[in-house]
């Protein structure tokens, strides 16, 4: 019995990186529902050898916004889904562990938003703080629970 009270506390913890991964697709498909069409628009092909970078500048800023979004999705999030599952490994159960979790997806699908629609870089920087301090909380409680 206490075995599956304790899966069902990790199966809670995972929820906030399930979804978080669900949003990253969510991107992945906005980033290619207006790149697409801006590529056709503006006559751009993808050879290989060419330089790749100087023909996505050419489309719209608006348009690359969400590509940019989308990458930042495979980097610092990285850090997020190892801890979330190192806290559920090492039996991680308190609200504070939860609540910097969905904190963190909650923020970084707020700065998908804002980088995706209006790119304001003082709001960007902001949330993107804010989820760094629920990293913060996510890592510092895996220390304590390691060390």
Same mark, same amino acid.
């Given at each position: ?19 978080? @991964? ?12 207006? *790149? ?7 006559? @751009? ?11 996505? $500048? ?13 990458? !930042?999705?495979?980097? /610092?999030? #990285? =850090? ?14 308190? /609200?504070?562990? #939860? @609540? %910097? $979790? ?5 923020? *970084?699908? %707020? !700065?998908?938003?804002? /980088? ?6 003082? @709001? *960007?920087?902001? =949330? ?20």
């Amino acid at each position: 019995m206490l075995e599956s009270v304790e899966l069902l506390k990790s199966v809670e913890l995972l929820k906030p990186v399930v979804a978080l @991964i669900a949003w990253t697709m969510v991107m992945w498909f906005w980033m290619y529902v207006t *790149r697409l069409p801006a590529m056709k628009a503006a006559k @751009i092909d993808l050879i290989p050898g060419e330089v790749y970078e100087e023909k996505m $500048a050419a489309l719209p800023a608006s348009v690359r916004w969400k590509a940019d979004n989308y990458n !930042h999705l495979m980097e /610092q999030p #990285t =850090l997020f889904y190892a801890l979330v599952i190192s806290l559920c490994i090492l039996g991680a159960d308190s /609200q504070l562990v #939860t @609540i %910097a $979790a969905w904190s963190y997806t909650l923020l *970084r699908v %707020a !700065h998908s938003l804002v /980088q995706a629609v209006f790119n304001k870089i003082e @709001i *960007r920087f902001l =949330l993107f703080v804010l989820s760094n301090v629920a990293l913060l909380v996510l890592l510092g409680n895996a220390v304590s629970l390691l060390f």
